[in-house]
């Protein structure tokens, strides 16, 4: 059974620090990983999409990259802003199967000023 | 703009009572999706629909109903028989898996 776990659950930082979100995943056979972000009481924004096939995905001051075989993704801010507060979750979807994604628990980042 | 639209943002269930939360998109997806999410923890799929007129059971369907009529529309009714209900209801949609997910801004539930 597909297991996803991140790491830490919480971060709290001052601004301009660059950050690194871990997410492992317990089974290697994964089609992709999404990167999430989710604000209090609000839908999940997506941040990054990674296929298998690829190394790592970047946009803007966010960066993600996989290991497939190690089992695991992290997602690099640079320059953290107090605006970058939020729940970050990470998800993978499976090889087999149908199209589910199978989240962690997320990360719950505090960036002040 | 495209998008997911989930309707009401808040809703309010009485004990015994069935509710059914609403979930519009206009991004011409095939598959949609209903998770939950509770406190502390991941989202866990509930039901999934791949195509009109058919829908499986996701992890945690008891207690849950959905139909999917049109392409567009994916109501999901809590009933009764989901013991602990009050949790936040996120519905999401998919034109196929390379392309990742899309969800909606989500309906939190209570029990009063």
């Known amino acids: 059974k597909q297991e996803v776990t991140q790491i830490p659950a919480a971060l709290s930082v001052p601004e301009g620090e660059n950050l690194v979100l871990n997410c492992s995943f317990t089974?290697?056979?994964?089609?992709?990983l999404q990167w999430f972000r989710q604000d209090p009481g609000k839908g999940l924004t997506s941040l990054l999409l990674i296929q298998s096939s690829q190394r790592e995905q970047t946009s803007g001051r966010l960066n993600a990259s996989l290991d497939k075989s190690s089992g695991r993704s992290t997602l690099y801010i640079a320059a953290s802003q107090p605006g970058d507060s939020a729940t970050y979750l990470c998800?993978?979807?499976?090889?087999?199967?149908?199209?589910?994604?199978?989240f962690g628990a997320g990360t719950r980042l505090a960036v002040h000023p | 703009d495209g998008g997911i639209t989930q309707s009401p943002k808040y809703l309010f269930r009485k004990e015994g009572q069935n509710v059914t939360l609403s979930c519009e998109q206009n991004l011409n997806h095939d598959a949609m999706y209903w998770y939950r999410q509770d406190p502390g923890q991941g989202l866990r799929l509930i039901y999934y629909?791949?195509?009109?007129?058919?829908?499986q059971k996701g992890d945690i369907a008891e207690g849950y109903s959905v139909s999917r009529e049109k392409k567009e529309s994916f109501p999901l009714t809590v009933t009764s028989a989901q013991k602990n209900p009050t949790a936040f209801y996120l519905c999401?949609?998919?034109?196929?898996?390379?392309?990742?997910?899309?969800f909606g801004s989500g309906t939190r539930l209570t029990v009063v």
């Open positions: 998800a993978v979807v499976l090889s087999g199967g149908y199209n589910k994604l199978i």
């Open positions: 089974d290697s056979a994964i089609y992709n």
């Open positions: 629909s791949q195509i009109v007129n058919d829908f």
């Open positions: 999401a949609s998919s034109m196929d898996r390379v392309y990742g997910y899309t």
